[in-house]
């Protein structure tokens, strides 16, 4: 079991900046990837940034630049941290952190965060 707890997000003008959080607690050795998703009203949810195990970040191509994904390991937690500059209006979506978690043979769990609302306002 992991459990991730989110925190920042808000609303901001265009042009602002947040600073997304995601604690990570229980078997974060298991860990494998993780990664910030966001979805906003009738689209998919998508990947926006992510961090695998070997250290390899991807972001959306619309995000590049701009957004900036990174991991700290601490006793017994790990922080993924997502700073969002030069905010647009497209980025208004719930955020979501997620951590990919490897099980039993070859079986791998998502888990997921409570979700938070980043609003960008023109």
């Known amino acids: 079991q992991v459990q991730l707890v989110e925190s920042g997000g808000g609303l901001v003008q265009v042009g602002g900046s947040l600073r997304l959080s995601c604690a990570a607690s229980g078997s974060i050795f298991r860990i494998t990837s993780m990664g910030w998703y966001r979805q906003s009203p009738g689209k998919q949810r998508e990947l926006v940034a992510g961090?695998?195990?070997?250290?390899?970040?991807?972001?959306l191509d619309s995000v590049k630049g701009r957004f900036t994904i990174s991991r700290d390991n601490a006793e017994n937690r790990v922080y993924l941290q997502m700073q969002m500059n030069s905010l647009k209006p497209e980025d208004t979506a719930v955020y979501y952190c997620?951590?990919?978690?490897?099980?039993?043979?070859?079986?791998?769990?998502?888990?997921w965060g409570q979700g938070t609302q980043v609003t960008v306002s023109s």
């Open positions: 961090i695998i195990s070997d250290g390899s970040i991807n972001y």
């Open positions: 997620n951590a990919e978690v490897a099980l039993a043979g070859a079986i791998a769990k998502d888990y």
